[in-house]
């Protein structure tokens, strides 16, 4: 009995950070119609975590996220998502990024946004890139551009593909903008999209949002890679239980 309590303690404090994790990261229930939204961060690879930050109309906003420090290869400063009836954008400043290589992108801030104009029913998108460079070992900095055309391709050798103010339409009438989209080459194998903004094609002011609450939550490399860890706990820990006395 002693030990199964000092196991479930043992836990305690893993488990309060997963649960904060999953209400921090998980998209907002399915809902009939999409909804405008942001949120800071989209990665698959190396590490993944989906809509980290995400704010919605139909839920929470604006969401702050003191930093976001992960796996070694991401770090930011405080992030700030927000969703209104015709509006989304997300910021995220001191953005450093690590690529392979030893080579590294930075920037004093980048940001995306949408805007539904409700006289001409157009719905539009912009991002902004500020003190942006990708440097390489023996290789010329890149500067990158403070306000990109729409998909703006840079190719930094065999280190990475990098598309600036990513921008798509939804077949829902939706248009997506993202500041940066990045993708490494080997041995990482990341994928990374940073400060997305989504806006539907209609005004929903009609539909007053759950919640106008600030979301406030701090994330860093352990929380998005601790629950592979914690299921690896969980499972080692029931072994040890079940074993006889």
């Known amino acids: 009995m002693n030990r199964m309590i000092r196991g479930a303690a043992g836990l305690a404090g893993p488990l309060a950070l997963v649960a904060g994790l999953l209400a921090a990261t998980a998209p907002p229930a399915a809902a009939s119609a999409p909804v405008n939204q942001s949120y800071a961060l989209n990665a698959v690879g190396h590490f993944s975590a989906q809509t980290v930050g995400q704010a919605t109309y139909s839920g929470g906003s604006p969401v702050i996220l003191p930093n976001v420090d992960t796996a070694g290869v991401l770090r930011t400063g405080i992030v700030t998502d927000a969703a209104g009836a015709v509006s989304a ?19 004093a801030a980048v940001s995306s946004s949408c805007l539904f104009n409700r006289k001409t029913g157009v719905v539009a998108g912009a991002s902004s890139i500020t003190g942006g460079q990708v440097t390489r070992p023996g290789g010329r900095t890149i500067t990158l551009p403070a306000h990109p ?13 990098i598309i600036l103010n990513r921008q798509y339409t939804g ?4 248009l997506t903008a993202e500041a940066l989209w990045v993708r490494m080459r080997l041995p990482h194998r990341q994928k990374l999209v940073l400060a997305t903004s989504v806006c539907v094609r209609a005004d929903l002011a009609a539909t007053p949002p759950v919640s106008g609450a600030t979301i406030r939550l701090t994330l860093g490399g352990l929380s998005l890679l601790v629950l592979g860890g914690i299921a690896y706990l969980l499972a080692r820990r029931r072994r040890k239980m079940a074993a006889p006395a």
């Open 89 to 107: 954008s997300s910021g995220i400043p001191a953005l450093a990024v690590v690529l392979p290589g030893y080579g590294s992108l930075r920037a």
């Open 149 to 161: 055309a729409p998909n703006t391709r840079v190719a930094v050798g065999d280190l990475a593909e």
């Open 171 to 174: 077949p829902r009438g939706t």
